[in-house]
């Protein structure tokens, strides 16, 4: 049975946010027609963000942690490798994680996705 990217997201926020090294928040993407009918956007890095955000202490420095959950067949959007992208140019920790192995992998450095 296939996970689904809600039950994967789940299990990486627990994993992760029971890390020492790690604090990780549920990052909510979303748009809503206000008063007056415009659109508006909410969410950090709408379109794109990641659905896990925060950061790791490395040597006493945070790093900023971005992780996208996916179930094992997901596939991340443009948006969303652009967003991934831009963390690990930037010093980040960029992650796509179809289960908690793999978002403790590139954690650790030893997954693709770091």
């Known amino acids: 049975m296939m996970d ?8 990486v926020m627990l ?3 029971g890390r020492p090294d790690c604090r990780i ?7 809503f027609q206000d008063a007056t009918g415009r659109w508006v956007r909410f969410g950090i890095a709408n379109p794109g963000g990641a659905d896990l955000i925060g950061w790791r202490t490395v040597n006493g420095v945070a ?9 094992e067949r997901g596939q991340t959007t443009e948006a969303q490798d ?4 831009a963390v690990r140019r930037a010093g980040g920790i960029g992650i796509v994680a179809r289960s908690v192995e793999e ?12």
């Open 4 to 11: 689904s990217e809600h039950i994967v997201q789940r299990a």
């Open 15 to 17: 994993a992760v946010g």
């Open 63 to 71: 790093r900023f942690l971005a992780i996208e959950c996916k179930s």
């Open 82 to 85: 652009t967003f991934l992208q």
């Open 103 to 114: 978002a403790i992998a590139g954690l650790d450095g030893d997954g693709p996705s770091s």
């Open 25 to 31: 928040f549920r990052n909510s993407l979303g748009r």
